[in-house]
Nanobody
Framework: QVQLVESGGGSVQAGGSLTLSCAAS?????????MGWFRQAPGKEREGVGT????????TYADSVKGRFTISQDNAKNTLYLQMNSLKPEDTAMYYC????????????????????????WGKGTLVTISS
């Protein structure tokens, strides 16, 4: 069982920045784990923001956030980050961290497109509100 706790959400104006963190319970993630960020706006379906394969490789991003959002990891701290720049009102959503142990690079890439449907472990989310 992987426990994930998100933090860092808040309210900022359009054009601003926020950094979200996702702390994983120690020892529950390893090089074969896929971790990712997903979001759900009110009245809309969940969508993938981006994913990263802990064992290496570049993160995968949704087209809507490419060039503005950056996923990074600190393996020593078992923490995943989402740096969000040039925020837009349409980025307003609940942001969730998810993890899939024993994953593969290809399935991790696909997870962004499939909205994380195959990710078994989820945090409770952190709310991001962007005002115009």
């Amino acid at each position: 069982q992987v426990q994930l706790v998100e933090s860092g959400g808040g309210s900022v104006q359009a054009g601003g920045s926020l950094t979200l963190s996702c702390a994983a319970s120690s020892g529950d993630t390893d090089s074969s784990t896929c971790m990712g960020w997903f979001r759900q706006a009110p009245g809309k379906e969940r969508e993938g923001v981006g994913t990263i394969y802990i064992g290496g490789g570049r993160p995968t991003y949704a087209d809507s956030v490419k060039g503005r959002f950056t996923i990074s990891q600190d393996n020593a701290k078992n923490t995943l980050y989402l740096q969000m720049n040039s925020l837009k009102p349409e980025d307003t959503a609940m942001y969730y961290c998810a993890a899939a142990p024993l994953s593969t690079i290809s399935s991790c890439v696909i997870a962004t497109l499939t909205k994380g449907d195959d990710m078994p472990f989820w945090g409770k989310g952190t709310l991001v509100t962007i005002s115009s």
